[in-house]
């Protein structure tokens, strides 16, 4: 049979290989400190599990639910954003909800997206902000991940340079992997850029709340006036709330665009399970204590990688948002790339990372370290990795043969 054209679109998935490894070493009986995945460890907050265990088995909640997601949802969305942005939506029309924001991307992906259209996207940056518009048929121009005055110099020459004129430009912010952040000067001059050269602006705020700055917590492009006109913004309850599995994020913004994703949706999916959506809504509209204990943990966790780190001889620099350090390769790995750091990091120190060229080309000197365990194995994951490095030479000798001489 032969091989399917979207299919071949698509490059392996990287991360896979090094989740063989980690499998292999687990059923050898080691104890892999997995910092790999951004997969939160934390519970659900208490009065959110139990409002879904309310909800199930009441009359009718077993029956397809909405594709757009339940009014009552959309409209604690709405106003989550008009208390945290100064942002009022229309839950009618402003806000749909989503199977996770990596599903929203996908979709809003298919719904704006014609064959050989040019999108521009961050690199590195979260493999379906690129890959979602590939296999609806687009091209990716890559620019950079920081925003800096850099950042809008090549946005310009990506523009001047592409044919046919870009239709769209990604942003993440808080980023994942990068865990930069963007000020709201930086969004005006964003949206300034995107309505002068007519392209629709998709930002993924996915880690909106888990920042280590009270003073400072990231804002929302839709703060700027007039981003409305051209931009759409994914969220999502994974991390917020410690609710990956349950799969449930939003896009808001734009009438058309959210008119556009609702459309293809209800072609593919009914929504999730009514009681989630229930559940979602108690979430969003009950205390915000479970953030708050959220955001210090992960900032205790932060504290820990970066100072236990340090000693072991691999120096981070602090993130100031999101559950990710993002950290350069020791300097005697460098050569290798990252995915074959990070098997090596697995087989030798018994710690997974993610691979930065999983995000794109320009991460493969770098990996993602997640803060998904305690501050106990973080701690003996830098034992971990102090014990390698000490031994990088012998490591290195094994690893990589000299070169002959002569």
Not at 90 to 112: C, H, R, Y
Not at 246 to 275: C, Q
Not at 293 to 308: C, G, I, N, P, Q
């Amino acid at each position: 049979m032969a091989d399917f054209h979207r299919i071949k679109r698509l490059p392996p998935y990287v991360f896979e290989q090094v989740n063989r490894i980690k499998a292999a070493a687990r059923n050898r009986g080691a104890d892999i400190i997995d910092l790999g995945m951004g997969n939160p460890d934390l519970p659900a907050p208490k009065h959110v599990l139990e409002k879904l265990v309310e909800t199930v088995g009441k009359p009718r909640t077993d029956r397809y639910s909405a594709s757009r997601g339940i009014p009552g949802l959309r409209k604690a969305q709405a106003a989550y954003y008009e208390r945290r942005f100064g942002v009022t939506l229309n839950p009618d029309t402003q806000v749909i909800a989503t199977l996770g924001s990596k599903e929203g991307f996908a979709n809003m992906a298919q719904a704006i997206t014609a064959p050989g259209d040019v999108v521009l996207v961050p690199n590195p940056s979260y493999p379906i902000h690129a890959f979602g518009f590939l296999m609806a048929g687009g091209v990716i121009r890559s620019v950079p991940a920081e925003p800096n005055e850099d950042f809008f110099r090549q946005l310009e020459r990506a523009v001047a340079h592409s044919i046919p004129k870009p239709i769209a430009l990604v942003t993440c912010y808080p980023a994942n992997p990068t865990a930069f952040v963007a000020s709201l000067d930086f969004y005006r001059d964003l949206v300034q850029f995107a309505k002068k050269h007519e392209l629709i602006l998709l930002s993924d705020l996915a880690y909106a709340e888990v920042y280590f700055d009270d003073s400072n917590p990231p804002p929302s492009v839709l703060q700027v006036p007039g981003a409305m006109d051209v931009t759409v913004e994914f969220t999502s309850m994974s991390k917020t709330f410690s609710m990956a599995g349950w799969r449930m994020g939003f896009a808001v913004g734009n009438e058309k665009l959210i008119a556009s994703l609702a459309r293809v949706k209800s072609y593919l999916d009914y929504g999730a399970f009514t009681p989630i959506q229930v559940a979602a809504t108690a979430a969003l509209n009950g205390p915000d204590d479970c953030i708050k204990e959220m955001r210090a943990t992960y900032k205790h966790r932060r504290d820990a990688l970066v100072e236990s780190f340090g000693h072991a001889g691999w120096d981070i620099d602090p993130p100031g948002a999101s559950m990710f350090a993002w950290v350069k390769i020791p300097e005697p790995f460098t050569s290798m790339g990252s995915l074959e750091f990070s098997k090596l990091l697995v087989e030798k120190a018994d710690v997974a990372v993610a691979p930065g060229i999983g995000f794109g080309e320009y991460g493969d000197d770098h990996v993602r370290i997640a803060i998904v365990e305690n501050e106990q194995r973080i701690r003996q994951a830098a034992r971990n990795i102090r014990r390698f490095l000490e031994t990088a030479d012998h490591t290195l000798d094994n690893v990589i043969p000299k070169k002959a001489v002569g």
